[in-house]
């Protein structure tokens, strides 16, 4: 057998998204594995994103996985990590695995993690091989948004003119470092600006950007029909770092509401207890718990006191 591991093409973006819902839907047991994860996608934006970041694995030609890294500045991941069924067991994902670190150490990402089904040492064991070292586990939880704030267009940055966008991306950065050196979102808030996936929130007081939140909503994007999804959601550190996420949060709903939704996603790491614990009180409900993996061992951001919400997938 002749593997081949390769860029992907945007030709075989549709093969790649059927095969990664075939492979996720069969591991968990799916009566019809296609329909995991239903109009949520993941393969198509991302790759638009930063196709050179992207990988195939094909067999004699054939497409059979695919991989995708997600670069924020001195931190990244990849997912989802995706081998057709019938190719299960033939070393093809420590294949796209080892591209994928390739690409990791080519871009000096510093600290590098992926997102995995907890419950699964087989996942944890090819990891491992690779560096990656289980950590907390991570919460995706949801609420219903009966009711929200009104959302000020001011804090939209789809409503922003062009001045006002490059003040917010370098504040952005700027935030993003004083928590995690070199970490920088600016490519996910112009992906969700430029391909229509969502919105992001600016939250500012007299200090400055205090937080902000990416956010993806509805089919065809990371959220899915009837969703808010917090892609990223971040504030300041110091005084009261409790009430800024309380805000941001509200923003969140709010922006459900007027986006003309009812349920709120966001995943949290464990390890921001502070955070974890203020999304349980506000009402968010755990529906998927994953696990962590850190290249290498140590927290990067996923600490106590740091106020983030990701989740890695």
Not at 32 to 57: G, N
Not at 255 to 277: F, P
Request: glycine share 8%.
């Amino acid at each position: 057998m002749n593997v081949s591991i390769l860029p992907l093409q945007a030709s075989k973006l549709t093969a790649a998204d059927r095969i990664f819902r075939l492979a996720f839907g069969t591991f968990i047991g799916l009566p019809d594995p296609l329909q995991f994860s239903k109009d949520v996608t993941y393969i198509p934006h991302r790759w638009k994103a930063d196709p050179t970041a992207t990988f195939a694995a094909e067999v004699d030609g054939k497409l059979v996985g695919s991989n995708i890294v997600v670069d924020w500045g001195s931190f990244g991941y990849f997912g989802p990590l995706s081998v057709h069924p019938d190719y299960w067991e033939q070393k093809i994902g420590q294949k796209l695995v080892e591209a994928t670190i390739a690409c990791f150490n080519q871009r000096q990402i510093k600290l590098a993690g992926l997102f995995t089904f907890a419950n699964s040492p087989k996942h944890h064991a090819l990891y491992h091989k690779f560096g990656f070292r289980l950590r907390f586990l991570t919460a995706i939880a949801a609420k219903s948004v009966d009711s929200a704030q009104i959302l000020p267009p001011q804090v939209r940055y789809s409503l922003m003119d062009e001045n006002k966008r490059a003040e917010c991306i370098n504040a952005s950065y700027q935030l993003t470092n004083s928590i995690y050196e070199g970490l920088n979102l600016s490519r996910e808030i112009q992906t969700v600006q430029t391909l229509g996936l969502g919105d992001t929130l600016f939250l500012w007081d007299d200090a400055g950007l205090a937080g902000f939140a990416i956010c993806h909503c509805g089919a065809a994007t990371e959220a899915g029909s009837n969703t808010c999804y917090v892609k990223f959601a971040v504030v300041r550190s110091g005084t009261n770092p409790g009430q800024r996420f309380e805000q941001l949060l509200a923003l969140c709903e709010a922006l459900t509401k007027t986006q003309g939704m009812s349920r709120l996603v966001a995943g949290v790491n464990t390890s921001r207890e502070e955070a974890y614990c203020q999304l349980l009180a506000r009402g968010f409900r755990t529906e998927i718990i994953g696990v962590a993996m850190h290249r290498p061992n140590e927290p990067g951001y996923s600490r106590p006191g740091v106020f983030v919400l990701d989740d890695w997938r």
